[in-house]
Each structure stands twice: as structure tokens, then as C-alpha cells.
């Protein structure tokens, strides 16, 4: 019987992992759940696993040489920066992940930050709940509609988040180098150069992977050629933005507020940490993806993937196809 093994299940400490039990026992695959802190875990529990799973777990060739039988990894969301893809390759290991998954709840959640920072929602409450009745308190507010929404990345949340904010009568410009002029035509937006970008866009949302190239890429030198008094909205990764940069951003007036689901050193389990002293940041606890449907989603679409490549074929997930020439 070949095995998959969810190495880090405690990471998903509200799920029971029914689906993945159900879909692989039908498949005839063992289903171990597994609670690995260390490298000497996952090779006490996944030396003969065939598949792995992994939410936060870092799988690199060091551990990987260690797990011979391994053939596929399935990175438990979107983004997949927790396992290196190269070492993968280069031992013919599948990678993963779950581009369809959560979509809708992460685009959702983005035009929430949008709106909260836009109104001031979360700025109020805080006023109010200090005993402070003010209308006029902190920034100006503009109404959405003949806006310019900037999207640093433009793949399927994003493009979601486009359909949302077109509703609202913003104009939506898009910064992606690997966007085709079909997908362009069909969602009616304009494609600009990250510079141009930062400088005609009234609201900045990012929504492009964490990579070497894309690490910090709000910093002090980009946010100089930033509109002055934007927006700014990260739902992706928090490595995307210098914090430090961004607060003094913000002190300095060109950034007027940030709505972050996302931040660099997350969790922010300090009341001291830096960013919480400005209020004109928003921060929700990387919660985006977040919902009974999508977790659903998430845990079927794993097994899935697992049953797919177990039953002889190539799963349509796998980021490291092409370069293992599949």
C-alpha cells in the first residue's frame, strides 16, 4: 500500500482531515496524520512515504535525500515558498500546490482591507471604543468609483479581486509580466510597468508570489515613486513589504493607510510590535483564505492530487512540470 504522510497536521489545528482519510482509504493509500517540529520527525514518520503533504513544514534536498521513496509533495495552498522547487527537480519529486483553491476568499478579504481603509471602518471602532465620537478623525476619505486600483500580479485571486473592484467603478491597472493579452482584453484592464504603476495607482494591492526578485519589494526606493497619500493592501505574503519602510512611508505621508493580512514576521504576538503603533495600519491574522468552503477545497483537492498522480497521471497542479519536461 503506498503512503502519504501530512506532516505538519497541528498546523491546521481545526481540522479533523476527514476528507483526505475518506478520498485516499477509497484509493487504497494509507493516510498518516503527523505532528513534525524537526527533521528527525518527519524521517521517523515519513521514511517510507510516498507522498507528502506540508502547510508550514520547509522541505529542502537535505531532508529529501533522507526520504527515498518519496515522489510527490503537496503544499497545503497557493503559494508553495516553504519546499525548494529545485531540489525537487532534481529529484524527480512532483511539486504541488493548489492554485484554485480559496480564490473567491482571498479576493473577498482583499476588498475588505480595500473598503475598511477606504472608510476608516476599523479606525472608528478603535475611536469609539476609546469614548471618542469624531466624524472627521484621521485621514480624508474618497469614494471608490473613478479610483485607480494598482494589482502587482494579476493570477486568479487578483483577477477576482479585479471583477470585485470594477463593481464599485474603480479602474483597474495590472502589473505582471506573464499576464497574455487575451486575459487583458477579457477583464478590460490596463498593463503598466511596476513604476508606472506605483505612480497612478490611488490603491496598491499586491497579489504576486515570494521570491528572491520580489522580496521586499516595498521599500524605501519604490515607495518614493509611490502616488502620494495611496493605499496600500497586502493579502500574499508579508515578505513582499519592508515593515520599517512602510511605517516611515506612512509617518512621511505617502502611504495614508495599509490593510495587511499578511506581514514579514508573522505571527504578531507582541502588543509592542512596530507595527501596531500606527493606526492607520489594519492587520488581520493571515486569515484571508479562511472559510468553511475553502477548507473543504483545501483537503479534497490534496487527496486528489495524490489519487491523480497514484492512478498513473500527471496532476494539472504541478508547479515544476515543465522543468521535468512532463
Known amino acids: 500500500m503506498t503512503k502519504f504522510v501530512m506532516l505538519d497536521s497541528h498546523t491546521l489545528p481545526d481540522a479533523d482531515f476527514h476528507q483526505e482519510k475518506e478520498i485516499l482509504k477509497a484509493a487504497g493509500i494509507e493516510c498518516v496524520l503527523a505532528t513534525c517540529k524537526n527533521r528527525d520527525d518527519v524521517i521517523s514518520v515519513a521514511k517510507d512515504a510516498d507522498y507528502l503533504g506540508c502547510n508550514y513544514f520547509h522541505i529542502d534536498g537535505s531532508l529529501l535525500k533522507d526520504l527515498p521513496k518519496v515522489k510527490v509533495i503537496v503544499r497545503y495552498g497557493i503559494g508553495y515558498d516553504v519546499v525548494n522547487v529545485e531540489d525537487c527537480t532534481n529529484r524527480k519529486i512532483l511539486l504541488c500546490n493548489l492554485p484554485t483553491y480559496c480564490l473567491e476568499d482571498v479576493a473577498t478579504h482583499t476588498m475588505a482591507l480595500i473598503l475598511d481603509i477606504s472608510r476608516k471602518t476599523t479606525l472608528f471602532d478603535r475611536e469609539i471604543r476609546a469614548g471618542r465620537w469624531n466624524i472627521g478623525y484621521g485621514y480624508e476619505m474618497h469614494r471608490l468609483s473613478g479610483r485607480t486600483l494598482g494589482l502587482i500580479g494579476f493570477g486568479n485571486i487578483a483577477r477576482k479581486v479585479c471583477t470585485y473592484a470594477q463593481a464599485f467603478g474603480m479602474n483597474v491597472i495590472v502589473s505582471d509580466p506573464f499576464v497574455s493579452n487575451e486575459v487583458v482584453n477579457k477583464y478590460g484592464v490596463q498593463t503598466v510597468n511596476n513604476d508606472e504603476l506605483l505612480q497612478k495607482a490611488d490603491v496598491i494591492s499586491l497579489h504576486c508570489p515570494l521570491t528572491e526578485e520580489t522580496k521586499h519589494l516595498i521599500n524605501h526606493e519604490?515607495?518614493?515613486?509611490?502616488?502620494?497619500?495611496?493605499?496600500?493592501?497586502?493579502?500574499?505574503?508579508?515578505?513582499?513589504?519592508?515593515?520599517?519602510?512602510?511605517?516611515?512611508?506612512?509617518?512621511?505621508?505617502?502611504?495614508?493607510?495599509?490593510?495587511?493580512?499578511?506581514?514579514?514576521?508573522?505571527?504578531?504576538?507582541?502588543?509592542?510590535?512596530?507595527?501596531?503603533?500606527?493606526?492607520?495600519?489594519?492587520?488581520?491574522?493571515?486569515?484571508?483564505?479562511?472559510?468553511?468552503?475553502?477548507?473543504?477545497?483545501?483537503?479534497?483537492?490534496?487527496?486528489?492530487?495524490?489519487?491523480?498522480?497514484?492512478?498513473?497521471?500527471?496532476?494539472?497542479n504541478t508547479v515544476n512540470r515543465r522543468k521535468l519536461g512532463l
Open 222 to 316: 519604490t515607495l518614493k515613486k509611490v502616488k502620494k497619500g495611496a493605499l496600500l493592501v497586502n493579502t500574499s505574503r508579508g515578505g513582499l513589504i519592508c515593515n520599517e519602510d512602510l511605517l516611515e512611508a506612512i509617518n512621511n505621508g505617502i502611504i495614508t493607510a495599509a490593510g495587511l493580512d499578511v506581514v514579514e514576521d508573522e505571527p504578531v504576538k507582541s502588543p509592542d510590535h512596530p507595527l501596531l503603533s500606527n493606526e492607520r495600519i489594519v492587520i488581520t491574522p493571515h486569515c484571508a483564505y479562511n472559510s468553511v468552503e475553502a477548507s473543504d477545497e483545501q483537503h479534497c483537492q490534496v487527496a486528489k492530487t495524490v489519487v491523480t498522480y497514484d492512478k498513473g497521471e500527471i496532476p494539472f
